[in-house]
């Protein structure tokens, strides 16, 4: 589908948003109040690649629009935390890091010895007040050994008196401003404006998408933030989209499935809890994609005990032959399967609290499923009614309602 040509109108739509898709470029044109008046989607063209193709569809538009842009094409930041105390420095950066569209993959303090971390493109470590007698978190610096991570980069956002003597063990580190300066009360973003500085080298590194930054005004900001907002603000009775709470978006993408979700519907004795003030909490699966990440997705899937009872579930027929040859890795999924398996897979991890940092959900809490994302446009309302009903609760008989956001009004009004 070609984008459409801004009207000629008395007053101009004040903007472009774009949304740099692993597998689509999602284009919508707002008025200066935020409201959408044409929205396109248009496969990625990887023969001309993301700067070619962005510029295409932007010459079909006024040349003095302003054009904001947000990507999840990439996957979106891995993220490592090591912290004075988990409870509170851990807390703030964590938050940081969520607000930032990252994924905080481990909170570990300093003194915590494992053998079993998983990789990260960044590793965050920070603790203390700004306060120059901080001797205790100057021991621990001094003992914390990097080697025992794998990571990308080094960002050091602590005590702002022990920054020096940690760059001279680790040159190539990057020190921001500690979140938490000396007031307590981490009023400062430092750490999630590193990480979407971040985030945009990561993409650049990927992707190249830093070659439109000259036409974008702002930075380009991570598709899991933007869809947070949205979420916001549509729980919040400030959206089109009228959405029952407490609830939880999926967004089903190519690169990730994120969850969104209102924090009533994680479970009293849940050990992993959002942040205290805040009312939507979200969590990236960074593994669940239909297409980069789909070797991934599939493994899961092939190997996961309640293959068959999802499988009965969404296919029409021949369910023991399609069950035999995944299992042995010998079937090649249709899209809309691929998309159903990271809705049952993402919904079955939440149900279980299985991720680091993941929270656990009461799906007998939930009143409604959002779901957005180019994935979630192959779904069918009932057949994802019947995936949903394989994680509810006993108590619960029927599957809460799903309202698949076909529009992208979620993502539009997060850019807005």
């Known amino acids: 589908m070609s984008p459409t040509r801004a009207r000629e109108t008395d007053s101009p739509p004040a903007r472009v ?19 959408l008046l044409n929205q396109d989607l248009c496969p990625r063209d990887y023969e001309i690649g993301i700067k070619a193709q962005v510029e295409t569809i932007l ?11 947000c990507s999840s094409a990439n996957g979106g930041l891995r993220v490592g935390i090591i912290c004075l105390t988990k409870g509170f420095s851990g807390a703030v950066m964590r938050n940081q890091v969520l607000s930032a569209g990252a994924n905080p993959i481990f909170v570990r303090d300093l003194d915590e010895v494992d053998n079993a971390f998983a990789p990260v493109d960044i590793l965050l470590v920070g603790g203390g007040i700004d306060c120059p007698d901080a001797a205790p978190l100057e021991t621990r610096l001094a003992r914390f050994d990097p080697s025992a991570h794998r990571f990308g980069s080094l960002i050091y956002a602590g005590n702002g008196h ?5 760059l001279r063990r680790f040159q190539n580190a990057v020190v921001v401003d500690n979140p938490i300066a000396d007031s307590l009360r981490g009023p400062r973003d430092t750490v999630a404006n590193a990480l979407r500085r971040a985030y945009l080298d990561d993409l650049v590194y990927k ?20 869809v947070s907002q949205g979420f916001y603000r549509a729980v919040s009775n400030r959206s089109a989209l009228m959405v029952i709470t407490p609830c939880l978006l999926l967004d089903i993408g190519g690169a990730t499935t994120d969850v969104h979700y209102t924090v009533e519907v994680v479970r009293d004795e849940s050990v992993v809890r959002p942040p205290a003030g805040l009312s939507v909490a979200r969590y990236v699966f960074t593994d669940l994609g239909i297409s980069a990440s789909l070797d991934t997705a599939l493994l899961q899937l092939r190997t996961h005990p309640r293959l068959y009872e999802f499988l009965s579930r969404v296919v029409d027929d021949d369910v023991r032959e399609v069950y035999r ?4 890795g010998e079937y ?33 809490r939930v009143a409604q499923i959002v779901l957005t994302g180019g994935a979630a446009q192959l779904l069918d309302e009932q057949v994802v009614s019947r995936v949903t009903a394989l994680v509810l609760p006993d108590r619960r008989t029927q599957p809460p309602p799903t309202l698949i956001d076909r529009s992208y009004r979620i993502w539009t009004e997060g850019m807005s």
């Open 162 to 166: 022990l920054s020096q003597a940690f």
């Open 207 to 226: 992707e190249g998408v830093s070659e439109l930054a000259g036409r974008v005004s702002g930075p380009i900001r991570a598709t899991p933030e933007i």
């Open 17 to 35: 948003a774009i949304d740099i898709g692993s597998t689509v470029i999602k284009v919508a044109e707002l008025d200066g109040d935020g409201a």
């Open 325 to 328: 040859l995944l299992r042995e």
């Open 332 to 364: 090649d999924p249709p899209p809309d399967l691929l998309a159903y398996a990271c809705l049952f897979l993402a919904l079955d991890r939440f149900a279980h609290g299985r991720g680091a940092g993941l929270a656990t959900a009461d799906f007998g």
């Open 59 to 69: 010459e079909t538009y006024k040349p003095n629009m302003e054009v904001v842009a």
